[in-house]
DNA sequence: GTCTATATCCCGATAGAC
DNA sequence: GTCTATCGGGATATAGAC
């Protein structure tokens, strides 16, 4: 990052949006290792923010010396790549499944809000993390991958509501391209405010935010 | 900040959302020089996020050296300090304003989306800061007021929403504080993608915006 | 796979001259 | 009001022993 630039050994190459190899640790070994202090380095992403955390706070969490940690990672740079680049090939992943349903656009949409908020319970941290980091993040050529993704998110959400005012479901006047962000904005913003274990289950925003996208504040009889 | 405390002065006391006192500056001087640095490191923290952002950055736009700086202000974190504040209270005055025209629920819910929408041009880098660094900040003690801050806008926006549905004018079954979370991250995330001088204009967004949270995406006839 | 020890650098902030 | 010079600390990352 522009942030933290020491020069960090940049490694492997890459496809657009999804990566070919895995060009974010350092020895081929043990999977479930690195995967545990992954969800470590998320969750104090997440909560303190990726500058702010050091690799000493990371470190500690895990019980291991900072020193230590770099047998497992290149760089501090490399773990956020990993957590990005695994958070948006799940959720597109996610999001491809939803599409394979061949549910009417209205249903699709309603789907996708389900999902993307569905994504709090498995993947907090990260959408956090993705939320607050990527757009600084993204002006890097390591991170060029996350502009192409937010691309490939926006054709997926403008391509249901354009086929909704096709089929008549969706209004006309609405402009694809605007209320996607709209929605976007919010499905993500929400892991802001939730908290995995309180009494406001997912189900329940869902609910209450399809209402709103869908039908609106207003009464309608 | 916890991410950057080093034990610089904490100044004056304040009310809980309002200042009283003006806490946050060194010398009583030259308020149209603060207001320019405060500016530049605004544009800078929006930019490039808090931590990130050096002093020397914030010097190095200003075209003085760091130790300069400290004339004008305590600390770095006086300086983000001063920027949120002054930004939570132009905001509540403005909506303050729009309570007082005493239009309908709906009417003045409208108004509301649309001059939350308008601070993107007139406070564009506070927003991407508010939206970017309260979370972290509002758990520090002299951050305190962010929380009193978040309170009162909820109250605001809750209070029509509610206002709305007795009136007839919104469907009883929303549920007015996580309607209000829905629309307070639309709003305000808005300025992380729009851009000042572009051809998208911010009437054009309150209009998408405000027909999609009265009447949702879908057709009613 | 972790630790000891450390290199190298840059951070926020200060003191005092001009 | 700005500059010169610098303090003290903490940041990422590395080398090599165990």
């Given at each position: 990052m522009a942030r933290d630039s020491k020069g960090a050994a940049r490694s492997g190459s890459r496809t657009a949006a999804r990566r070919t190899t895995a060009p974010r640790t350092r020895n081929g070994g043990d999977q479930l290792r690195q995967a545990e202090l992954l969800k470590i380095a998320a969750d104090l992403f997440a909560e303190r923010g990726y500058v702010a955390t050091t690799v000493r706070d990371i470190a500690d969490a895990a019980g291991i010396l900072s020193g230590s940690l770099y047998h497992h990672f290149d760089s501090k740079e490399s773990m956020i790549d990993a957590i990005l680049s695994s958070f948006i090939e799940d959720t597109l992943a996610t999001y491809d499944a939803v599409l394979a349903e061949g549910l009417s656009p209205r249903a699709t949409f309603e789907r996708l809000v389900q999902v993307s908020l569905g994504r709090m319970t498995t993947a907090r941290s990260a959408i956090l993390i993705y939320q607050n980091e990527s757009r600084f993040l993204a002006e890097e050529p390591r991170f060029a991958y996350l502009r192409e993704a937010h691309r490939r998110f926006e054709r997926i959400w403008t391509g249901v509501l354009e086929r909704g005012i096709e089929a008549g479901e969706?209004?006309?006047?609405?402009?694809p391209k605007l209320v996607y962000r709209l929605v976007r904005d919010t499905v993500w913003a929400a892991p802001r405010w939730w908290r995995p274990g309180?009494?406001?289950k997912p189900d329940r925003i869902t609910e209450q935010y399809v209402a709103v996208l869908v039908d609106g504040v207003a009464r309608h009889d």
């Open positions: 969706f209004r006309p006047s609405v402009d309180g009494s406001l």
